[in-house]
């Protein structure tokens, strides 16, 4: 009896079911997109600190950049050529540097792991290669013997110089046996292989696609690093399309090039849970002092450009503006089933005086009320569908700056490509993210409980209106 009653009445009534379910539909397909949008803007900023820190890291441990003393002046390149014997002198050099000049022993590594809510830690050399290379010309005497002004021999030297071409790369020296955290796990090999376990200290190298496309070099190739031969045995393609650096070499190989032994710059670290992160970080700065810590927190704060904006905009104006028109859907779907309750009041008097309870009366109505949600969440979750799928085929990009400044962006890379002087001054660098709006099973879960309760919200506003009739008053109402 109830549901054929139910569906002779819904039937009976399209027009006004149709209306509510629309209302409800409408509240609830923008709550998807929204939600949506948010999920891609996550995903994306996730894409963007992937980048910066690598695949399963939490944070990074630097070192404190240290105030210079009073009357130190800036460690500066210098280079040192000897004398050639020759008409021409051919010289080439190569110095190695520690990015940023600051680094950490690599007893850090082990004091890290041992904090408590620490899962893995690992640490990493980031250094700076500048090779100069080139020629002296010896100038040519003009005129000699010839006494000049004061009286002495020789003529005038004419030509003569020095001309050299600087090349300036990034080298990354990584723990060939720990290699799943890091900044090399955001790229993918595409030729070759990676390192194995036993290559701690072997003379091989990965280069980053890019750079090696610029070089020309491919696997099977040699890289020359202060007379060292390096073999080239694969070639990275960075996820991000900004790879953390030129060149990734083996850490002890890379300590020893900067004269760096027992040293790292940055200690790349992995929580045991994401809300132990904070406290992990406190816990560091405590006990090994002299440090900096930079959580993921921290490098999502130095994020600027559209991604942010879109960003703000869709967890903040976005997420009010669904759910108040979600709220005025309900709103307006608990009035109309109460306006549509008060028409049919004769209706629910003669079933009362047939001996229909007010419960029943009720039951009735709260049933009506909830299929009419149903539908509308049904309806909401298909345009809620069709609007994540149109954002997610057009992929508007949206760019991301990340800044340079301060000692997040310094730390992000241990100073590799972000803050190169020790945690400052580094230019910003700009990501352009492709914009997705993926539609998860909790949010589709979203939108039917938000149906359900849509329908409870109508059903409840008719039901009460409806438990309140008498069935003397209804019966004596003329329509």
Known sequence: MFFTYLRRELRRRRKAALVVASGLALGIALVIVVTSVSSGMSRAQGKVLESLYGLGTDMTVTKAVEPPEEGQTTRRPRFEFDAGEGEEAQQSRDLVMVQGFQSLDAS?????????????????????????????????????????????????????GAAFDVDS?????????????????????????????????????????????????????????????????????ADSGDAAADVYLPLARAQALAGAEA??????????????????????????????????????ATVSGSLSTASDLASGVGTWLSYLVLGAAFLVAGLLTSSAVSRRVREFGTLKAL??????????VAGEALVNGLVGGALGIALGLAGAWLITALSPTLTAELGGGGAAGGAARGGMRFGGQGGGGGSPQTLDIALTAPVSLATIGLAVALAVAGGLVAGGFGGWRASRLRPADALRRVE
């Open 263 to 300: 040293k790292v710059t940055t200690v790349y670290v992995k929580a045991t849970d994401s809300q132990r992160i904070e406290g992990v970080k406190e816990a560091v700065l405590k006990n090994i002092p002299g440090t900096t810590v930079t959580t993921s927190a921290d490098l999502a």
């Open 108 to 160: 850090t590594v082990d004091d890290v792991a041992g904090q408590d809510g620490v899962a893995d830690a690992v640490g990493g050399l980031g250094i700076r290669v500048m090779k100069v290379d080139g020629e002296f010309r010896r100038g040519q005497v003009e005129n000699p013997g010839q006494g000049g002004p004061g009286g002495g021999g020789g003529g005038a030297v004419r030509g003569g």
């Open 169 to 237: 790369y990034t080298a990354y020296g990584t723990d060939v046996a720990r290699q799943d955290l890091g900044p090399l796990t955001t790229s993918k090999i595409t030729s070759g292989r990676t390192f194995t376990e036993g290559e701690t200290d072997a003379a091989v190298a990965v280069l980053d696609s890019a750079w090696a496309a610029g070089k020309d070099l491919a696997v099977g190739g040699t890289l020359t690093v202060s007379g060292t031969e390096f073999e080239v045995i694969g070639i990275a393609t």
């Open 355 to 364: 001996g229909w309870r007010s419960g029943r009366v009720t039951r009735q």
